[in-house]
């Protein structure tokens, strides 16, 4: 089956910089790439998304990029406001339609 | 947020006991998933379904047992509650669109479960 790693664990950056989230996957066949924001005691929530026919996509401070062959892809937040802060997953769909392997996650602190 | 509930959305029981979680949605989605997330492990599917009476297990299905007798409700159920099955349980839904292309998923608010 599917295995997604994700690094960092934890990502402190200063208000206004970057942030930059990494995850890797085994299963060459997974086509489907999300990205979900969970704020502390929410739920969490898709923030963007990318298929496998598309290398990035980009919505306003948030983009992903994704390497089919090296089998990895990355969330890129520029700008961080401190409301950015929060645990951010990398998930890939599994083979089997439907069934998602999710990464350990980031927690992500945006400092003034 | 999508119209999904849980119930109840926190419970304390201890070992031994039976316990089950309930996810009821309002929007006719096909697919429903119960998922467990734990510190350092994101979130693992235990298990899922893709229709009434259509269920499959995921990673961490050792323990847990479901039921789906209508579109709305999909149950989890511990039948005798262990310590290590203290986590805070999520369900999900999503509808596969007709071209197959993608799977957006939505999630409930949650179930925090301590098993003392």
């Known amino acids: 089956g599917e295995n997604v790693e994700q690094h960092p664990s934890t990502l402190s950056v200063q208000e206004g910089d970057s942030a930059v989230i990494k995850c890797t996957y085994s299963?060459?066949?997974?086509?489907?790439f999300p990205w979900y924001k969970q704020e502390l005691g929410k739920r969490p929530q898709l923030i963007i998304d990318?298929?496998?026919?598309?290398g990035e996509k980009k919505d306003q401070r948030i983009a992903v990029t994704l390497n089919k062959t090296a089998k990895h892809f990355s969330l890129h937040i520029t700008e961080t406001q401190p409301e950015d802060s929060a645990v951010y997953f990398c998930?890939?769909?599994?083979?089997?339609?439907?069934?998602?392997?999710f990464g350990a996650g980031t927690q992500v602190v945006v400092t003034p | 947020d999508a119209g999904i509930t849980q119930s109840p959305r926190h419970k304390v029981t201890e070992t031994g006991t039976p316990v089950t979680l309930r996810c009821h949605q309002t929007e006719n989605h096909r697919y429903m998933y119960w998922y467990r997330q734990d510190p350092g492990h994101g979130l693992r599917l235990i298990h899922y379904?893709?229709?009434?009476?259509?269920?499959d297990k995921g990673e961490v299905s050792d323990g847990y047992s479901v039921s789906r007798s209508k579109t709305e409700d999909f149950l989890l159920t511990l039948e005798s509650a262990t310590s290590s099955q203290t986590s805070v349980y999520f369900c999900?839904?999503?509808?596969?669109?007709?071209?197959?292309?993608?799977?957006?998923?939505?999630f409930g608010p949650g179930t925090r479960l301590t098993v003392l």
């Open positions: 379904s893709y229709g009434v009476k259509d269920t």
């Open positions: 998930a890939a769909e599994e083979d089997s339609w439907g069934k998602f392997q």
């Open positions: 299963d060459s066949a997974s086509n489907y």
């Open positions: 990318i298929r496998s026919n598309v």
């Open positions: 999900a839904i999503s509808e596969p669109p007709e071209t197959f292309i993608y799977n957006e998923q939505f």
